[in-house]
């Protein structure tokens, strides 16, 4: 019959170069430094794979020792052992500020004084520390060194602790939190390069940043401030530097730069000097977005495409973040460890791609992608990350759209700081493309051209409102992301015409389009119609660049002249602005009546005066204070209209029962702005205006006309 036992016998020594003399039985004698020759004369061969496999020195300080006399030899059976654990604790204080989600902490301990006055004896009980602390002060190995040391928490769970001897020693029972990543299966720390280059085949920021640390230790070797009577155990720490350094060198970068290091230990050499925690420079992430738009913003790319191994954050990896579980975007997110990570994030699938696309026919003047036949399969978001340009024009981003099978896949390649680009894709179903069955919506810009300060912009939209008509919602689309004004749809709760415009005091870059497939359903989004990117016309700042503008503004036509900056006097022409950007044609002359002509005509003064009061739905405009929705037209004779006529008496400015700023105020507006662009778009600085008949200005017209014409 066996009998479990817990108890452990003393190590044989060994036979040759023994430090401790043999003894003579039954006889005591006095060995002052017993301990450590004890532990130089264990007789152990080979190497073991664990520190724990050792443990039979009967004292308090036997760990410490352990680590001392393995680190020291490199026969000694544990060194490899030792050395794994000591360079992993090592390693804790080097990433500490690279690991975002590891906490290290340090709490003193001393040694508590002799107490001269109290007494015991064998079996005694009810004397509290007292017999723990005269072992552990009768076992000091040297009362100068020992009499104080700082014990290491990691997350709360104690991983070791300082030593005179080898600045850190692991504890003898621990447990690495999932913080630290270098650990064994037994959850003890093992050398980094271990977890972070097992193959020797790579070249991880991690063991860069330890040879650039273990350098500057070594380096820094004069101030350490190690006291002469341990100058044996500095070398020995020493030396275990400059091992560790030699197989650190394959993965020296010299770019990387460790910033003003911070220690738990001020004031406390040598902890203070070796113990460094260096901040780290900005690349620590293998997914940061790269964009002119948000230079100062470090977003991070968290694609469901990304492989486990590219590094997120410091030393989180994309294996170690649960990227599907994630919202669109964030300023925090929590790895599966349970670590919140304070860093802004976007995840490009879902926040980039809408869910439904929309069949269309653009013109030569919208942004095509892939075959051209469909809406841009983006959604407003992208652009508070993105410009305008950086799709239609720059080589920043990739977007791409190919048939596949009935449906397509959407490609976008988003630009990386390290100079790489993200490939992120959707797929579009058949299902997921909305065919229109009331034909193509005509969507316009005003005018042609982008020049700063600009504020007359236009955005228009021409589709039937009926009820049996598409359920399709429409907004102006502007380059930082915003949508503006009020939706386009059908049935709205204020009536719409089939032709809506939107005064814009920016220049909208296209529209942004939802769908509901049945009036109770939430809309989708459904992608973008974008124009692509218009002439650049930079605000005038040659002085002597000057119009005098003459109106001949009469009932039924009106004449404009001008003598620009050579004394020339002619008719000024005006050039069709509008930009189309589907080839809408049953809808497009609507808009061309009712806001300003398009890129195939030209306009030469005279034409007739003709405006109107309910031919559109004008956004931002409340009829009841601010008058009817009026629009000027350049293009038709009267006799084409319909269901619209045009107003009478335009020119006599107050109306009866009027509201708001009347019908002459409205056409001179809409004149003026004509003028001032065609002056822009020419470079000119300055415009004098001469009208024919001042009396034009009736009672009534001049507060109203003050603020768009007042001055020259």
């Known amino acids: 019959m066996s009998t479990e036992t817990t108890r452990h016998f003393l190590n044989a020594l060994a036979k040759a170069k023994r430090q401790l003399a043999t003894p003579t039985r039954g006889t005591w004698y006095k060995e002052p430094d017993f301990l450590r020759k004890y532990a130089v004369d264990i007789d152990l061969q080979g190497q073991l794979s664990r520190t724990d496999l050792s443990h039979s020195v009967p004292s308090f300080f036997q760990r410490p020792i352990q680590f001392y006399s393995s680190l020291s030899t490199a026969s000694n059976p544990l060194h490899n052992a030792v050395s794994g654990e000591w360079r992993g604790l090592m390693a804790v204080f080097a990433l500490s500020n690279w690991l975002p989600d590891l906490e290290l902490d340090a709490r003193p301990f001393k040694v508590p004084a002799e107490d001269l006055t109290k007494t015991s ?32 928490y990691c997350d709360g769970a104690l991983l070791g602790a300082t030593s005179p001897w080898t600045v850190l020693y692991t504890a003898a029972e621990y447990q690495c939190p999932r913080s630290i990543p270098w650990q064994s299966k037994d959850h003890l720390l ?15 920021r991690e063991l860069a940043i330890l040879y650039a640390w273990v350098t500057a230790i070594l380096e820094n070797q004069r101030n350490w401030g190690v006291p002469e009577r341990l100058g044996v155990q ?26 003003e290091p911070t220690t738990l230990f001020p004031q406390k050499t040598p902890l203070s000097v070796i113990l460094q925690q260096p901040r780290l420079d900005q690349r620590d992430s293998d997914l940061l977005l790269r964009s002119a738009k948000v230079p100062d913003r470090r977003v991070l790319v968290l694609s469901e495409k990304v492989t486990g191994d590219k590094r997120v954050y410091r030393g989180v990896f994309a294996d170690q973040v649960t990227i599907a579980a994630l919202p669109s975007e964030g300023r925090e997110f929590t790895t599966r460890a349970g670590k919140p990570i304070p860093h802004e994030f976007i995840v490009p699938e879902r926040l980039f791609f809408p869910p439904k696309l929309v069949a269309m026919d653009l013109s030569e003047f919208a942004l095509r992608v892939g075959t051209g036949t469909l809406t841009v399969p983006l959604t407003p978001e992208f652009f508070r990350y993105f410009d305008h340009e950086d799709i239609n024009g720059r080589d920043m981003v990739g977007l791409s759209m190919n048939k596949l099978g009935e449906g397509y896949k959407a490609i976008l390649e988003l630009p990386l700081q390290d100079g790489s680009k ?30 700063d ?19 399709l919602r429409v907004r102006p689309l502007f380059n930082d992301g915003a949508v503006g004004g009020e939706e ?14 939107w005064p814009c005091s920016a220049p909208p870059v296209g529209f942004a389009l939802e769908h509901s497939a049945e009036r109770a359903e939430a809309p989708a989004r459904a992608g973008l119609v974008l124009r692509t ?78 405006l109107y009061d309910a031919a559109a739905t004008i956004f931002g405009r409340k009829p009841e204070i601010d008058g009817p929705p009026y629009t000027i037209r350049f293009t038709s004779q009267p006799g084409e209209d319909v269901s619209t006529k045009p107003l009478k008496d335009v020119k006599w400015g107050q109306q009866a029962k009027q509201i708001g700023e009347g019908p002459l105020t409205a056409y001179l507006k809409g004149l003026v702005r004509y003028i001032i662009c065609e002056a822009r778009d020419k470079g000119i600085k300055k415009l004098t205006f001469s009208w024919s008949y001042p009396i034009v200005f009736a009672k009534g017209c001049e507060d109203h006309d003050g603020g768009f014409l007042g001055g020259n």
């Open 422 to 451: 993200l490939k992120v894709e959707r797929t579009y179903s058949k299902d997921d493309i909305i065919i229109l069955q009331k034909g193509v919506p005509a969507f316009a810009i005003w005018p042609d051209f982008l020049s």
């Open 453 to 471: 300060g600009w504020q007359e912009n236009f955005a228009a939209y021409a589709a039937p409102t009926h009820p049996d008509s598409d359920d």
């Open 488 to 501: 386009a749809r059908i049935n709205a709760f204020r009536a719409q015409k089939e032709l809506r415009i």
């Open 234 to 259: 500095k070398n020995v720490v020493a030396d275990a530097f400059k091992a560790w350094q030699d197989e650190l060198e394959r993965y020296h970068d010299s770019s990387l730069r460790l910033e």
């Open 533 to 610: 990117t218009p002439r650049a016309v930079p605000e005038p700042t040659e002085r002597h660049r000057e119009w005098h503008v003459g109106v001949d503004f009469g009932t039924s036509s009106t004449t404009v002249m001008m003598r620009d900056e050579r004394g020339e006097l002619k008719p000024l022409s005006f050039e069709g602005r509008t930009v189309f950007l589907t080839n809408a044609k049953d809808r497009r002359q609507e808009i061309e009546n009712n806001l300003y002509p398009g890129p195939d005509q030209h306009i030469v003064p005279p034409f007739r005066t003709l």
């Open 190 to 204: 093992v050398d980094p390069a271990e977890h972070y280059d097992p193959a020797h085949d790579r070249t991880p």
């Open 121 to 152: 004896r064998v079996g005694a009980t009810g004397n509290g520390d007292l017999h723990f602390n005269t072992i552990l002060r009768g076992q000091l190995p040297n009362e100068d060194d020992w009499g104080e040391w700082w014990m290491i």
